[in-house]
Each structure stands twice: as structure tokens, then as C-alpha cells.
């Protein structure tokens, strides 16, 4: 069997077929600039913290998203008032350092961490790739009657 291969060249025919069926057909190429890639649901792109209907950030501080997080790029700083309440003094992600896994979103028991399909992350700085706690409510406010990946199936 292998000498018949070796002596009609039969895996070298099946290879060339393919690349002459593939070489007259139009490429599937998109033109990024001009034309918008469209994001399948579920994707997981940029972070968001969310409000709930009042206008208040859904955080709570539970420091659940951090625990979860394989790569540690989620850093969380807590206060307390004075009616024992507490209070999220500084919620970042270091985009540079993060996998965008989803298990941070998926740990939160409030659903106040959601990731949106915001896909253009492109950035020239350090700075740029750290997400604090005002950008991400921004992002939440931008994307609010978007599609999100808030880690349960839809």
C-alpha cells in the first residue's frame, strides 16, 4: 500500500487539489477600518462595573472576583463607614496581565462585574491598560443595554 503512495504520488494529488479548489475562490477577508467586525455572543472582551436601578454600583467588595482570578490582575481596596457598610475605595484590572478568562465575572455573587464586547483594547502606555474603578463604571454606563457575558448561559 505505501509503495503505490510513493509511486503515484497520491498524497501529493490530494494536497494539490485542495490548493486548486481554494485558489479561485474569493478570499473572506474583512476590511477592518471600513467594516466592523461583529462579536458572537458570549464574547468576552473589555470589563464593566455595573449600576443597579437607583444609580449605585453593584460592588460590594467581596473580593470573590480577585480570589478567582488566575492571573492576580484584579486588585481590590475596602472601607468601612460608620454605619458599618462597606465601601469599594479602589477596584482595578490590569488589562496587560489579564487572560480574559471570565472567572471573575462568574465568581461574583451580584453580578455587579460584567464583560462586554468591546474588542478594541489597542493601547500605547502602561497607564492605558490599567482599568480603575471610575473607567470600569464608565464602560458599565456606555454598555448598558448591550449584550454582556455576566457568566451564566442566556
Given at each position: 500500500?505505501?509503495?503505490?503512495?510513493?509511486?503515484?504520488?497520491?498524497?501529493?494529488?490530494?494536497?494539490?487539489?485542495?490548493?486548486?479548489?481554494?485558489?479561485?475562490?474569493?478570499?473572506?477577508?474583512?476590511?477592518?477600518?471600513?467594516?466592523?467586525?461583529?462579536?458572537?455572543?458570549?464574547?468576552?472582551?473589555?470589563?464593566?462595573?455595573?449600576?443597579?436601578?437607583?444609580?449605585?454600583?453593584?460592588?460590594?467588595?467581596?473580593?470573590?472576583?480577585?480570589?478567582?482570578?488566575?492571573?492576580?490582575?484584579?486588585e481590590i481596596y475596602t472601607s468601612e463607614t460608620e454605619n458599618h457598610k462597606k465601601v469599594v475605595d479602589v477596584y482595578e484590572i490590569n488589562l496587560l496581565r489579564?487572560?480574559?478568562?471570565?472567572?471573575?465575572?462568574?465568581?461574583?455573587?451580584?453580578?455587579?462585574?460584567?464583560?462586554?464586547?468591546?474588542?478594541?483594547?489597542?493601547?500605547?502606555?502602561?497607564?492605558?491598560?490599567?482599568?480603575?474603578?471610575?473607567?470600569?463604571?464608565?464602560?458599565?454606563?456606555?454598555?448598558?443595554?448591550?449584550?454582556?457575558?455576566?457568566?451564566?448561559?442566556?
Amino acid at each position: 500500500m505505501s509503495l503505490v503512495k510513493k509511486v503515484f504520488l497520491t498524497d501529493i494529488a490530494k494536497g494539490m487539489s485542495l490548493t486548486l479548489k481554494t485558489m479561485f475562490t474569493k478570499p473572506v477577508t474583512r476590511q477592518y477600518p471600513t467594516e466592523e467586525r461583529i462579536a458572537e455572543p458570549g464574547y468576552r472582551g473589555l470589563h464593566a462595573l455595573l449600576r443597579d436601578e437607583e444609580g449605585n454600583e453593584k460592588c460590594i467588595g467581596c473580593v470573590l472576583c480577585a480570589a478567582a482570578c488566575p492571573s492576580r490582575c484584579i486588585e481590590i481596596y475596602t472601607s468601612e463607614t460608620e454605619n458599618h457598610k462597606k465601601v469599594v475605595d479602589v477596584y482595578e484590572i490590569n488589562l496587560l496581565r489579564c487572560v480574559f478568562c471570565g472567572f471573575c465575572v462568574e465568581a461574583c455573587p451580584v453580578e455587579a462585574l460584567a464583560m462586554t464586547q468591546e474588542y478594541e483594547l489597542a493601547c500605547y502606555d502602561r497607564e492605558c491598560g490599567l482599568m480603575t474603578k471610575e473607567k470600569l463604571l464608565e464602560v458599565g454606563d456606555r454598555n448598558q443595554d448591550k449584550p454582556m457575558f455576566l457568566g451564566r448561559p442566556d
